[in-house]
């Protein structure tokens, strides 16, 4: 009998647009996440669900055995910056902004954080990205810092 590795380690993860600026109109917004979705099969990473908003992005994975955090986050920014401006998405030179979020979640908390991130467009219109973020940031007992 051969060893083999197991995990399930859900993340929720979150990041934003330079300076935050709300650069993905819908169509490419929509665009975006199509190529996340393929991106992240090509490189054998499990996302469950995502959503690209105007100035920010959720995701839902399952982190692999063979990466870590920090590289998850860099294939997804760094290849989907060069991808979108590749594609010419938007008007001028796009990036992402320097820092992100990464949440666990539970095997039990799955079907509510995808419930969460399929509704965004709801949530928005009660706080901007910024309460969001600070919100997940203090629900996780970390410190909040503005710069």
């Known amino acids: 009998m051969s060893l083999h590795s197991y995990s399930r380690v859900w993340l929720h993860l979150v990041w934003a647009t330079l300076e935050r600026r709300p650069l993905l109109a819908k169509p490419a917004a929509m665009k975006l996440s199509g190529y996340l979705t393929d991106y ?3 490189k054998c990473i499990y996302m469950k ?3 690209v908003n105007a100035d920010h992005v959720h995701a839902l994975i399952d982190l692999p055995t063979n990466l870590s955090i920090e590289e998850v986050m860099q294939l ?4 989907s910056s060069h991808w979108i401006n590749e594609s010419n998405l938007v008007a001028d030179k796009f990036g ?3 820092g992100y979020g ?3 979640v539970s095997e039990s908390g799955v079907a509510e954080v995808c419930a969460y991130i399929a509704n965004q467009e709801e949530h928005h219109r009660k706080r901007n990205f910024v309460e969001e973020l600070r919100l997940f ?3 996780y007992g970390l410190e909040w810092r503005k710069d």
């Open 40 to 42: 992240a099969k090509q």
């Open 76 to 79: 997804f920014k760094g290849g």
């Open 49 to 51: 669900i995502n959503f």
């Open 137 to 139: 940031v203090e629900r």
């Open 102 to 104: 990464v949440f666990s």
């Open 96 to 98: 992402w902004g320097r």
